[in-house]
């Protein structure tokens, strides 16, 4: 490892019913309704007090099937090549995934989400608070995004290994 | 490095004008006006194409001057011990910090951001376009936070080694 290397280590794992990328909603937005699970490992439960209050959470995942690293990719939502920073896209130098996801309950170390757009098994890396006065910004321009169809958004194989994790 | 382990590796380092945890803006919320930059390394400027056309950005940032894992902590809006998972504070098992920055410009590689927040010299991770189609739901409760004053929140330095970054 470089010295600048950073090590980081799956606190649990996210259960959803999108067993590969193929037809997995890419944002939470074009999942509402589908049911998961966060399994949180016994060490870090004592942190999960106080998050019940929350009406919805943001998980930071790892993208653990995607294939390689591409830094121009065609985006789901659109047909020219993107910069990949301008894009959801799970092919990233650091394969990080954001989502924000409904907090149905908290048993315990384990968490009954909805509007999950990530892959059945994938490892978690931290749960956050959301909260719309931290979350929730005025944003004019979006970009590429401006300009695509608002329509529900579903992945394809495209940057997956044959089980992979959607987009997020 | 145990077989789960996930080994990242920084795209670029984030300028800002604070130097120590003790007096940073605690979210870009509270940060208005303060401006920074992002130095992308140069082997990853192919990906930021297409991105100056968005408000603004997420950036997924390394906390990396925290002085350990807590799994309780008292956050600083709050008095009450809370669990880590229901609050921003930055002494996370993985310690990554998200913030929604203000774009101003991208000028090759380096980005001009401003409702800055963490400190200078955080090792950057990932940049993500925000949308608010994606990222802005609808969130009644907002568990203890519905509680505390709204108003400006700055650090102090309860997570920190001596010059260590702000909590997100």
């Not at 009406?55 to 939502?77: E, G």
């Not at 749960?127 to 970009?143: L, M, N, T």
Request: glycine letters at 10%.
């Amino acid at each position: 490892m470089a010295e600048s290397d950073i090590r980081l280590r799956p606190i649990g794992v996210i259960r959803t019913p999108h067993k590969e990328a193929a037809g997995t909603p890419i944002q939470p937005r074009f999942a509402e309704g589908a049911e998961g699970s966060v399994q949180v490992f016994p060490e870090y439960a004592e942190g999960l007090a106080d998050l019940a209050g929350f009406d919805r959470v943001w998980l930071l995942y790892r993208f653990d099937r995607v294939r390689d690293v591409r830094l121009k990719v065609t985006p789901y939502l659109d047909t020219e090549p993107r910069g990949l920073f301008a894009t959801r896209a799970p092919c990233r130098p650091n394969p990080i995934g954001l989502s924000c996801v409904r907090l149905l309950s908290v048993e315990g170390a384990l968490l009954r989400i909805a509007d999950v757009d990530m892959l059945d098994g994938t490892p978690l890396l931290d749960i956050k608070p959301y909260c719309p006065r931290f979350d929730c910004y005025e944003a004019r321009r979006c970009g590429w995004l401006d300009d695509v169809d608002a329509g529900g958004g579903v992945a394809d194989g495209r940057f997956h290994d044959k089980a992979g994790p959607t987009g997020d």
